[in-house]
């Protein structure tokens, strides 16, 4: 028996029987035919209390342990944690406040014109899914802890990276609520100092996982395969590797952005919520020429009918291809590319790809785009993709 209840033990552990963790209180039973549950133990006027804090199957370690804590802090406050909570439950819920369903709908209606359409579509998406069927239809002021860690917990290990995305969102809102006077005190959703003192830290969970790409060696080869491919969906792939480019910058692509060989990509499609200008080369350009030649849509480049290529139709084709690779990861070829095999400097480089500057006083430094020096490289890249002919 550990000193202190661990996962491995709990999950593990059949003999019926008590097991304390150290002396908090909090301690798990586990009965005779198997099913185990977590209780906190107290004494309250000479009697002693035996208080359920949920089954160790459904409810975690550390949640259980936060409970006994909250239980503790009441009785030494002089309550009945078994009382107190009878009582809160019995509390009328606060009508005049809105749902977090609500308020959420309300602040994605207010804000989604700063964010990109799949932006405005993620929020949306993740709040239905991990959020909404926790606490939607909950006041947006009697939102706790409690609340965050039951959405929180069951999705932190397995999908961290989403379950971060979540808390984020989650925090914005209730921060919004606050600032129109909707709620008071501290942000339940806030991560320093917080939650990160009851939730293990993302980077230590799951290390970041970049988007697979193809060596830079090795594009020329799968260009020149490419090419033996007549489709919109090819073309459009040759076209995102030889401008480095976004699946959404591409595949929202309009003819009249086209002005001679510069393409003006504008701010609602680029992830810094900027206008960039992309030089193209001569193969990029005879890409357009080929596909308004037999294309039936007179707004959208790359298009099937009357609507753009779907957002997967070019890693669907990688993928019939066997192709264990993300269309993102040709700007990490090209990046590459840049770095080893040329002169240009990493500033034209990021500008190529249109990367966010973090930093606010080198992203007010750099007022021009560079747009000859970018020329010059994407010619460059545009012939190195080409090198190989079959």
Same mark, same amino acid.
């Given at each position: /028996?550990?000193?202190?209840?661990?996962?491995?033990?709990?999950?593990?552990?059949?003999?019926?029987?008590?097991?304390?963790?150290?002396?908090?209180?909090?301690?798990?039973?586990?009965?005779?035919?198997?099913?185990?549950?977590? &209780?906190?133990?107290?004494?309250?006027?000479?009697?002693?209390?035996?208080?359920?804090?949920?089954?160790?199957?459904?409810?975690?370690?550390?949640?259980?342990?936060?409970?006994?804590?909250?239980?503790?802090?009441?009785?030494?406050?002089?309550?009945?944690?078994?009382?107190?909570?009878?009582?809160?439950?019995?509390?009328?819920?606060?009508?005049?406040? $809105?749902?977090?369903?609500?308020?959420?709908?309300?602040?994605?209606?207010?804000?989604?014109?700063? *964010?990109?359409?799949?932006?405005?579509?993620?929020?949306?998406?993740?709040?239905?899914?991990?959020?909404?069927?926790?606490?939607?239809?909950?006041?947006?002021?009697?939102?706790?802890?409690?609340?965050?860690?039951? &959405?929180?917990?069951? &999705? *932190?290990?397995?999908?961290?990276?989403?379950?971060?995305?979540?808390?984020?969102?989650?925090?914005?809102?209730?921060?919004?609520?606050?600032?129109?006077?909707?709620?008071?005190?501290?942000? $339940?959703?806030?991560?320093?100092?917080?939650?990160?003192?009851?939730? +293990?830290? $993302?980077?230590?969970?799951?290390?970041?996982?970049?988007? +697979?790409?193809?060596?830079?060696?090795?594009?020329?080869?799968?260009?020149?395969?490419?090419?033996?491919?007549?489709?919109?969906?090819?073309?459009?792939?040759?076209?995102?590797?030889?401008?480095?480019?976004?699946?959404? =910058?591409?595949?929202?692509?309009?003819?009249? =952005?086209?002005?001679?060989?510069?393409?003006?990509?504008?701010?609602?499609? /680029?992830?810094?919520?900027? +206008?960039?200008?992309? $030089?193209?080369?001569?193969?990029?350009?005879?890409? &357009?020429? =080929?596909?308004?030649?037999?294309?039936?849509?007179?707004?959208?480049?790359?298009?099937?009918?009357?609507?753009?290529?779907?957002? /997967?139709?070019?890693?669907?084709?990688?993928?019939?291809?066997?192709?264990?690779?993300?269309?993102?990861?040709?700007?990490?070829?090209?990046?590459?590319?840049?770095?080893?095999?040329?002169?240009?400097?990493? =500033?034209?480089?990021?500008?190529?790809?249109?990367?966010?500057?973090?930093?606010?006083?080198?992203?007010?430094?750099?007022?021009?785009?560079?747009?000859?020096?970018?020329?010059?490289? /994407?010619?460059?890249?545009?012939?190195?993709?080409?090198?190989?002919?079959?």
């Amino acid at each position: /028996m550990p000193r202190k209840l661990t996962h491995v033990f709990i999950s593990k552990s059949k003999k019926p029987g008590r097991y304390y963790d150290g002396g908090n209180c909090l301690h798990l039973l586990i009965k005779s035919n198997g099913s185990k549950f977590f &209780i906190f133990r107290y004494q309250l006027n000479g009697k002693r209390h035996d208080m359920g804090l949920g089954n160790a199957e459904r409810v975690s370690l550390s949640t259980a342990r936060r409970k006994a804590l909250e239980a503790k802090i009441a009785l030494d406050q002089g309550e009945d944690p078994i009382q107190k909570r009878i009582s809160e439950k019995d509390k009328p819920a606060n009508t005049t406040s $809105p749902t977090f369903a609500d308020f959420a709908r309300a602040y994605i209606k207010t804000n989604h014109t700063e *964010w990109t359409t799949k932006h405005a579509k993620q929020w949306s998406a993740t709040l239905l899914q991990y959020v909404f069927p926790k606490i939607g239809g909950k006041p947006v002021d009697a939102i706790d802890t409690n609340d965050l860690l039951e &959405i929180l917990e069951p &999705i *932190w290990n397995k999908t961290t990276e989403t379950a971060s995305r979540v808390r984020g969102r989650v925090e914005k809102v209730l921060a919004a609520a606050t600032a129109r006077g909707m709620r008071e005190g501290a942000n $339940p959703a806030v991560w320093r100092g917080h939650l990160e003192t009851l939730l +293990p830290a $993302p980077q230590k969970i799951k290390k970041l996982q970049h988007h +697979p790409a193809l060596p830079y060696e090795q594009v020329p080869i799968f260009i020149n395969n490419l090419r033996k491919k007549k489709s919109i969906v090819a073309l459009a792939l040759e076209f995102t590797i030889l401008t480095a480019s976004r699946t959404g =910058e591409v595949i929202g692509a309009k003819f009249d =952005e086209i002005k001679g060989d510069i393409w003006t990509i504008p701010a609602a499609r /680029m992830k810094a919520r900027k +206008p960039h200008r992309v $030089p193209l080369g001569s193969r990029a350009l005879e890409i &357009i020429r =080929e596909v308004q030649a037999i294309s039936r849509n007179d707004m959208y480049i790359f298009s099937h009918g009357s609507k753009p290529i779907g957002n /997967m139709a070019m890693l669907s084709l990688m993928k019939r291809k066997k192709y264990n690779i993300t269309v993102h990861g040709f700007r990490s070829s090209f990046r590459d590319w840049v770095s080893e095999t040329t002169g240009y400097s990493g =500033e034209v480089a990021e500008m190529a790809l249109a990367h966010v500057i973090a930093n606010k006083a080198e992203a007010a430094y750099r007022r021009g785009d560079l747009i000859d020096v970018r020329s010059r490289l /994407m010619s460059d890249w545009e012939k190195y993709c080409l090198s190989v002919n079959s």
